[in-house]
């Protein structure tokens, strides 16, 4: 065993994820691979954001093919035991694994990182073939095809996890880039050792290169490549099986299954099936608490970068977003290698590839909960936003006046906002209106799980706002209209019977007890002024209610 030759720390690393409480089994990949590596000299690359389990993945296949490990105690109870490839291919190769975002201590050039590479490399293969008399002053590439050309059976399995690694770091130059494509061309192209190489990575490898140094890799990304999707992420069904599992072992859990489904699902396989965040899903689930987790493993900034390259293209867009709209979107995953984004296609391309944006049949969302928490705090502290800043500025005062029944206020707030800067919305559409309600309700999704279009008595309403930690919290039910009444809105609301979405269930106590508003807001295109009215309905469970302020 060596350093990257059939190094043992893959298999210890998969061996303590694998008996964690809230492992998810996807060793069907290792069935998937099988298949490929019997038609020998595989290339495939696998881009997904950051955290969506790419190097549990990558210990997943050094433990399950590294033949200097024995790896039966884990694999013998997962599902591609039960498979004819189990047995044929468990343990039976040499693997070359390698964490590129490993680096040497203070690290301070791209010759030190690549260098220490090399050096294990050789290391591991002059102590693995002591009989050959290797010369490490050749190339790294040239000792493998010597020992190749020696006994044509020594081939080799190449797990590279986060090859871009050294692309965000600040050191590499654009030389250097090159320099290390070339690296691994050299390495891997056309060698007749290589019997199947997967690689990891967060941005697509299409761009980096100039169209022949890697272009023996085959790249499956989430948006586009139907294949391998169903093993990054976590699916519907299998959040179901490790939330049952969670209710089982926890005391007194504090997580829904719809909690989950808000914070950390909304992103998309190629063809369609719903993924969640799986690193969020599982430490929401050990700590026993709804959190940004993923975020929190990203800098801040990187969203901003992205939007402030071309604010004026972006921002409009963003508020449509934010109020739970889907935007048309070209998205070209390549574009996010560019730090020099030009165009809306291209910054929304970069927020795609790290998992900022969802994208699905054309289309761009904020995929959840935990990624509109952190667009939320951008906008609050970017005054280069404009108009979004300046509403979410006024977000706390526009629910504290709707609490109270101040529908002046309310009035005054929507007015400020819709005429300090000439926006985009000429509230043609309850969309463009609902975007900018939204972004004036922005603090409110602190107290408040905010639903657009939700189904409730006999309709869809607009808004419902159910209160997520007090449960005697003031529910909100919210109707807008564009060339109608604040009055048709509320008497919408009651006609509907939206209210019914509060009740308990039959016999039982209601989860909702607080008072329930009835919110109406109205916009007319003639005066170009908006309306409000609110209104306290009867508890369709409690009939002891006030009627009015």
């Not at 390698?98 to 050039?109: A, G, L, R």
């Not at 990203?298 to 004026?312: L, Q, R, S, T």
Request: net charge negative; glycine share 4%; hydrophobic share 40%.
């Amino acid at each position: 065993m060596g350093m990257y030759l059939n190094a043992v720390a893959p298999y210890s690393l998969y061996k303590t994820e694998a008996a964690k409480p809230y492992f998810v089994d996807k060793s069907m990949l290792l069935y998937d691979l099988s298949l490929l590596l019997e038609e020998s000299s595989s290339y495939i690359c696998i881009t997904r954001p950051r955290r969506f389990g790419k190097t549990i993945m990558a210990n997943m296949i050094s433990a399950f093919f590294n033949k200097d490990v024995n790896s039966k105690d884990i694999f013998d109870r997962l599902e591609i035991a039960k498979t004819e490839k189990y047995q044929k291919h468990r343990n039976k190769y040499h693997v070359i694994s390698i964490s590129f975002n490993e680096m040497p201590e203070e690290c301070k050039s791209y010759r030190q990182y690549i260098a220490r590479i090399v050096r294990r490399l050789k290391s591991d293969l002059v102590k693995a073939y002591p009989e050959l008399d290797l010369e490490t002053e050749e190339a790294v590439w040239d000792i493998f095809s010597n020992i190749f050309e020696g006994d044509d059976t020594q081939r080799y399995i190449f797990v590279l996890d986060e090859w871009d690694f050294i692309f965000h770091q600040d050191f590499v130059s654009e030389s250097e880039k090159r320099d290390y494509l070339l690296f691994l061309r050299n390495l891997l192209k056309d060698r007749p050792y290589v019997l199947l190489a997967y690689m990891t990575g967060i941005l697509p490898i299409a761009k980096y290169s100039s169209g022949s140094e890697l272009n023996m890799f085959t790249e499956f990304t989430m948006a586009k490549s139907p294949a391998f999707s169903s093993y990054f992420g976590f699916t519907e069904e299998e959040v179901d099986r490790i939330y049952a599992r969670y209710i089982s072992i926890t005391q007194n859990p504090a997580i829904s299954r719809e909690g989950l489904r808000v914070w950390y699902n909304g992103y998309h396989t190629a063809d369609g099936e719903n993924v969640y965040n799986p690193r969020s899903v599982v430490q929401a689930l050990r700590f026993n608490n709804l959190a940004s987790y993923w975020t929190s493993s990203g800098p801040y900034d990187e969203i901003f970068y992205y939007i402030e390259k071309n604010v004026a293209d972006v921002r409009d867009d963003l508020a449509v977003m934010i109020a739970g709209e889907a935007v048309p979107a070209r998205i070209e995953e390549y574009a996010a290698v560019s730090m020099n984004l030009q165009t809306k296609d291209e910054i929304f391309s970069a927020m795609v590839v790290y998992g900022f944006l969802s994208y699905e049949k054309g289309k761009v969302t904020i995929p959840n909960k935990e990624l509109l928490d952190k667009f939320a705090d951008m906008i609050c502290k970017e005054s280069s936003l404009g108009y979004l800043y300046q509403i979410a500025r006024t977000s706390d005062r526009m629910l504290r006046a709707t609490k109270a029944g101040d529908t002046k206020t309310v009035e005054e707030i929507l007015e400020y906002v819709h005429n300090t800067e000439t926006p985009i919305y000429s509230y043609n559409h309850e969309v463009e209106l609902a975007a900018i309600v939204t972004l004036a309700y922005l603090s409110a999704r602190d107290y408040y799980r905010m639903e657009r279009e939700d189904k409730a008595g006999v309709g869809f309403v607009d808004f419902i706002f159910y209160p997520i930690a007090d449960m005697n919290e003031d529910c909100i039910i919210l109707e807008l209209k564009v060339n109608a009444s604040a009055d048709d809105a509320i008497l919408q609301i009651r006609n509907k019977n939206y209210a019914l979405r509060f009740a308990g269930k039959l016999g039982m106590k209601p989860q909702y007890t607080g008072r329930i508003l009835a919110v109406g807001i109205s916009y007319d295109k003639a005066t170009k002024k908006h309306s409000c009215k609110i209104e306290v309905l009867k508890h369709p469970s409690i009939q002891s209610m006030e009627d009015d302020f």
